[in-house]
C-alpha cells in the first residue's frame, strides 16, 4: 500500500509551503527554497514501506533543500538516504564532498549530519530511507562515503541501480518471506556499492569487480537460504562456484567471517519475529528453528551476546514497548 501526496491538493499559493511541510514530514526536517520560474509548484510523492526501509517515488520541480545543525540538533531521527536519480540532474554536498548526478547515478546521505540537495530542472528520484544503524553494521565505513557518485554505467552500481528500480515498481506485490529477503538484499548491495566507492583506499580486491559481485552473489544466497539448516560457507561457494579460501577473502575485506555473518543475520531475523505480535502463537524455539538454529540453549547464549538478554526477555520488553506507543 503506498500514500501519495501531491501539490495538485493544495491553492496555487500555497503548493510551495504544503511541499516543505511534506517533505519533512516524510523524510526529516529540512529547509527548502523554490527554484521554478513559474507562479505555480509541483511536486507529487509516492510514499511506501518495505519493512524498515521507506521508498519514496518523487517528481518535482526546481528546488534547493538543506538539512542544518540547527535542525539535526532540535531532532532525533537517525538515518541514511539513498537516492536514485531517474530523471533531470541533481546535486548532493556532505562533508565537504560533491556530487552530480545523472539519471541512473545514485548517491547516499547521513541525516545525522548537515548537507545540500539542489535541483535547478524538474527531476524524478527514488529516495530509500534506512535506519543508520542497519547499514552501519553491514559498512562500518559508511557514513565516511556520503555524497559520493555511484555511476550508473559501472557493472556493478549499474545492476544496483537495476535492481533498485525494479524493486520500487514491484514492492507492493511481495508476500511477507519476499518482501523481507528483498529488503535485506538491498542492504547488502548497497553496502557492496560503497566498497567500490572506497576505490583505492581498499585492497585491491575491493576494486576488483567481480569479486564485488561474487560478495554481492554470496549476501543474497545468504538472505534467501537464512533458514536452511545446510547453509554453510562450503554450500555458499560450491554455488557460486568459487572456492571456499576465496569466499572467505571476500568476507574477511569487509571485516567479518562467513559463520558470523549468517549468524547475525539469522538472530536479527529471529528477533525481529520475536517482537512481531503475529508471531505470539509460536514458541521461541520455533522461531528459532524457522531461522536455521537447531540447539536452544546455543541459540539462547548468541542472542544474549547480540542483544543483552535472553529471547524471552526481548520479546516482553518489545512487545511492552509497542502496546505503550
Request: glycine letters at 4%.
Amino acid at each position: 500500500m503506498t500514500t501519495i501526496l501531491s501539490t495538485e491538493q493544495v491553492k496555487e499559493r500555497e503548493q510551495f509551503a504544503y511541499w516543505r511541510e511534506t517533505l519533512c514530514d516524510v523524510f526529516v526536517q529540512l529547509d527548502a527554497d523554490n527554484l521554478s520560474v513559474r507562479p505555480d509548484f509541483a511536486g507529487r510523492l509516492e510514499i511506501g514501506q518495505l519493512e524498515q526501509l521507506q521508498i519514496t517515488d518523487v517528481l518535482s520541480d526546481p528546488q534547493h533543500v538543506i538539512r542544518s545543525r540547527q535542525q539535526i540538533a532540535r531532532a532525533n531521527e537517525e538515518y541514511f538516504l539513498l537516492s536514485l536519480q531517474v530523471s533531470g540532474h541533481g546535486y548532493t554536498s556532505q562533508d565537504k564532498r560533491e556530487a552530480n548526478l545523472e539519471p541512473g547515478d545514485f548517491v547516499l546521505y547521513d541525516t545525522t549530519r548537515p548537507y545540500v540537495l539542489h535541483f535547478e530542472q524538474p527531476f524524478q528520484q527514488i529516495v530509500f530511507r534506512l535506519p543508520r544503524q542497519l547499514l552501519l553494521n553491514r559498512h562500518t565505513h559508511a557514513e565516511q562515503l556520503t555524497s559520493l557518485r555511484m555511476p550508473g554505467q559501472h557493472p556493478v552500481t549499474m545492476m544496483v541501480s537495476s535492481f533498485l528500480r525494479t524493486v520500487s515498481s514491484t514492492y507492493h506485490h511481495f508476500d511477507p518471506a519476499t518482501r523481507l529477503r528483498v529488503s535485506d538484499s538491498i542492504v547488502d548491495l548497497l553496502s557492496t556499492a560503497l566498497y567500490l566507492a572506497e576505490g583505492a583506499d581498499r585492497p585491491r580486491i575491493e576494486n576488483d569487480s567481480l569479486a564485488l559481485a561474487h560478495r554481492t552473489a554470496a549476501h543474497s544466497y545468504i538472505a534467501a537460504h537464512l533458514n536452511d539448516h545446510q547453509l554453510s560457507p562450503a554450500a555458499i561457494a560450491a554455488h557460486l562456484g568459487i572456492s571456499l579460501r576465496y569466499l572467505h577473502r571476500l568476507f574477511e575485506a569487509e571485516g567479518q567471517s562467513v559463520a558470523a555473518c549468517i549468524r547475525h543475520q539469522r538472530l536479527q531475523q529471529s528477533a525481529r519475529m520475536l517482537a512481531d505480535r503475529r508471531q505470539l502463537h509460536r514458541t521461541v524455539m520455533d522461531i528459532a528453528l524457522s531461522w536455521g538454529f537447531n540447539d536452544a540453549a546455543h541459540f539462547s547464549r548468541l542472542f544474549r551476546q547480540q542483544y543483552g538478554m535472553s529471547p524471552s526477555e526481548y520479546r516482553l520488553q518489545s512487545l511492552s514497548d509497542t502496546q505503550n506507543l
